[in-house]
């Protein structure tokens, strides 16, 4: 896989990804190591699981598979006070030990929290029998909630958390939810503190009553550009406009810019080699007069919207500071895919707007559609699926009726899926370079998983760090991941016994992980914490 910000194109679908809104909705499931003499039964709750009004009791079958729709619980129990995250209702599924009215219902065995996904109208789930796992008894408490970015209101994947005084720690799911995997002492107050990366830690206190669960929600703060005081933007939307690239004189003293290009591999490195000098003393350096002119506080960088290098990138390396820390800002090219195809891309710069109106602007020229099934589609990644969209009516991106509006996530990308009538076409992403010292953490589930590197950097894969997942010599047993060839996502590896990545036999294999997005078929049935930091994997 070669493309590393431009685009994986040229697949074509069928069918939209966006399913019918059903007015029901099923879970189906199966627990794990299930015997048929077991008398446990699941629970389904969403604040009380102690009362046998508020939840459900869902009978399984004696092959340890069973399947329940979420409106008995949500609308047949009206005391419920339902938490909703981003407009869906969450709920808590627990497997009880020692089901029975002569035996108290002691030891939940394994707990775990989910969020409709109204798009595909049903959800698949996976439990296991943990012994000695879950809240050990009803007289507890339960902790759990989400935690999203107070700027873009998007939910946070991969965010620490932690409780005191009893230590207990788990991390956000794909969807921003978490749930401590035990019960808390009631009558004490609990800290509950919540750490992502580029966000500010938050710390809450919350009270916890015999039964019941409380909920713990966190906006965290940051999350955007950190002002480093080196700006870039596009001055226009239109084929061969400009780009401008600013500094804040207080912030950034005098500084020397140097300019790195590429092919669109993603070469971006903070060691000096490739980098030339292209302004220093206020003025152009002689061999780029005819490629830049000055600006105000910045230099202007001529034809480079739709157009020009694949990848661009831009250091200011104030007097007397050193080269390898300098700020940076960049851009790239992405190539859609006209005749009505899919693109799947991603921004590898720092932190962008959610609103993809905000990144795209009115690039491209596409034709306008009066309604969603007539015009340019942009969906986003949220459960397991493309279940987010937005069509391009002309002036701007807005949500399709019925759907929540597509948002960026620099981790998982957009998918664009053009008219018949479109011709391939290029735009321009801009922003600032995500650190290399900084950490990007994935949260990996079950099934599918879409992931990228919101770095402009290849990266080779098995350099990149993988916790746990499901490893095994045989590729139809193992976790695997699929890159884009010829028009689809025809590459593929899969994840030894040793922990290794080798191709798919008869296959071609994925060796790179960049900023084009990838697919990710785990297998295993607790997430996977996949975390990647460039800097600590030998990319500087």
Not at 36 to 54: C, P, Q
Not at 104 to 131: F, Q
Not at 167 to 195: C, E, I, K, R
Not at 260 to 266: A, D, I, P, Q
Request: proline share 5%; net charge negative.
């Amino acid at each position: 896989m070669m493309i590393a910000v431009a685009a994986i194109t040229g697949a074509t679908f069928a069918a939209d990804p966006q399913a019918p809104t059903m007015p029901f909705y099923w879970v189906n499931g199966k627990i794990n190591n299930w015997t048929a003499t077991d008398t446990r039964k699941l629970i389904v709750f969403n604040n009380d699981y102690g009362s046998t009004v508020n939840n459900l009791q869902v009978t399984v079958n004696s092959d340890g598979t069973f399947k329940f729709n979420i409106y008995e619980l949500k609308y047949f129990h009206q005391k419920e006070n339902w938490l909703e995250v981003d407009g869906k209702p969450v709920f808590i599924m627990a497997i009880v030990r020692h089901w029975g009215s002569s035996t108290p219902p002691l030891n939940m065995g394994t707990a775990e929290i989910a969020s409709v996904n109204w798009d595909k109208g049903y959800i698949d789930v996976d439990l296991s029998l943990v012994t000695g796992g879950g809240p050990n008894d009803f007289s507890g408490g339960m902790i759990a909630g989400y935690v999203s970015s107070e700027a873009t209101k998007q939910m946070i994947a991969g965010a620490g958390m932690s409780e005191l005084p009893d230590g207990a720690a788990t991390t956000t799911g794909a969807n921003g939810v978490y749930l401590f995997s035990q019960t808390f002492n009631t009558g004490n107050d609990h800290g509950v503190t919540a750490v992502a990366s580029s966000y500010d830690p938050a710390t809450k206190s919350t009270a916890v009553s015999p039964t019941k669960v409380s909920w713990v929600n966190f906006a965290l703060k940051g999350g955007g550009i950190v002002d480093t005081g080196l700006y870039i933007e596009r001055d226009g939307d239109g084929l061969n406009a400009s780009t401008t690239i600013s500094w804040a004189p207080l912030m950034i003293n005098n500084p020397a810019i140097w300019m790195l290009t590429g092919s669109g591999v993603g070469v971006y490195t903070d060691a000096p080699t490739n980098w030339v000098k292209v302004y220093e003393n206020g003025a152009i350096e002689s061999a780029y007069t005819g490629e830049f002119t000055l600006a105000a506080n910045g230099i202007t960088h001529q034809g480079q919207v739709g157009a020009g290098y694949a990848e661009v990138y831009y250091k200011a390396v104030a007097q007397g500071g050193v080269f390898a820390t300098a700020p940076a800002v960049g851009k790239v090219n992405v190539v859609v895919a006209g005749g009505k195809k899919w693109t799947l891309f991603n921004s590898p710069f720092l932190a962008l707007p959610g609103d993809p109106n905000l990144i795209l602007g009115k690039q491209g020229a596409y034709t306008p559609g009066s309604e969603p099934a007539t015009s340019v589609r942009i969906f986003s990644f949220e459960n397991s699926g493309w279940n987010r969209v937005s069509y391009y009516d002309g002036n701007s991106w807005v949500a399709v009726p019925g759907a929540n509006a597509a948002i960026s996530d620099p981790q998982q990308g957009l998918y664009l899926l053009t008219k018949s009538t479109d011709a391939d076409k290029v735009f321009s992403i801009v922003g600032n370079v995500k650190p290399l010292n900084t950490v990007s953490a994935y949260t990996i589930t079950q099934n599918w998983n879409v992931v990228g590197i919101p770095y402009p950097r290849q990266m080779d894969l098995n350099l990149i760090k993988l916790d746990v997942g499901t490893k095994n010599d045989n590729w139809e047993q193992a976790d695997r991941v699929y890159g884009r060839l010829n028009n689809g996502f025809n590459t593929c590896s899969f994840l030894k016994a040793d922990g290794t990545w080798a191709p798919q036999p008869g296959v071609t294999g994925v060796d790179v992980i960049n900023a084009t997005p990838l697919y990710y078929r785990s297998r295993t049935v607790n997430p996977i914490n996949w975390n990647l930091t460039p800097s600590i994997q030998g990319y500087q």
